[in-house]
């Protein structure tokens, strides 16, 4: 099983801020990651898929890139709303998920 | 719009057996594959089980290979999890998710809200 690390667990920062979340998996994955959004008491929602492509409707702050092993989320300009739980989750072998990195307001 | 309705959660004992079901529309459903994700309250998210689109095709994880089986009626848009021999550790919210693949490893592009399935004597 592909385990995926992210960091860091929380990120404080202010709206406006530039946001950097990482997702590391243990073996070559090449790009075959997706980032999620989840809301408290809301379904997750995808983001990114193959690593770089924004899915339908998300807005061009967020971005994804990297391969093989190391990934990165980046949130341009955070939004009031952007403050919440995102996910990485490979698809190379059976899917499997990191733990999170929670943006918190500072 | 595509919309993904949980049921059927609730309480169950442990050893005993519960069924989720997983109302869809919006799409051509028996073109996609569709799965289950669970997480546990305030934690992370683990993939339990996919199906193809036909159905012929499933996949579960270690930790319910064997208690669970997913399936799916095309006719109706309705996918199915049971699960059998039930443990503390099956406690989780069960979201009903989808693919934008037919067949194969995925990622998903669809989720519904979920229904929580709480196993304790």
């Known amino acids: 099983e592909i385990a995926l690390t992210q960091s860091p667990a929380t990120l404080s920062l202010s709206p406006g801020e530039r946001a950097t979340l990482s997702c590391r998996a243990s073996q070559s994955i090449s790009t075959y990651l997706a980032w999620y959004q989840q809301k408290p008491g809301q379904a997750p929602r995808l983001l990114v898929h193959?690593?770089?492509n924004r899915a339908s409707g998300i807005p061009p702050r967020f971005s994804g890139s990297g391969s093989g092993t190391d990934f990165t989320l980046t949130i341009s300009s955070l939004e009031p709303e952007d403050f919440a739980v995102y996910y990485c989750q490979q698809r190379s072998h059976w899917p499997t998920f990191g733990g999170g990195t929670k943006v918190e307001i500072k | 719009e595509v919309q993904l309705v949980e049921s059927g959660g609730g309480l169950g004992q442990p050893g005993g057996s519960l069924t989720v079901s997983c109302a869809a529309s919006?799409?051509?459903?028996?073109?996609?594959?569709m799965g289950w994700v669970r997480q546990v309250p305030g934690k992370g998210l683990e993939l339990v089980s996919i199906?193809?689109?036909?159905?012929?095709?499933?996949y579960y994880a270690d930790s319910v290979k064997g208690r669970f089986t997913i399936s799916r009626d095309n006719s109706k848009n309705i996918l199915y999890l049971q699960m059998h021999s039930l443990r503390a550790e099956d406690t989780a919210v069960y979201h009903c998710?989808?693919?934008?693949?037919?067949?194969?490893?995925?990622?998903?592009?669809?989720w519904g809200q979920g229904t929580l399935v709480a196993v304790s004597s």
């Open positions: 919006g799409f051509t459903f028996s073109g996609y594959v």
């Open positions: 193959g690593a770089s």
């Open positions: 199906i193809s689109g036909s159905g012929t095709t499933t």
């Open positions: 998710v989808k693919s934008p693949f037919w067949n194969g490893y995925s990622y998903f592009d669809s």
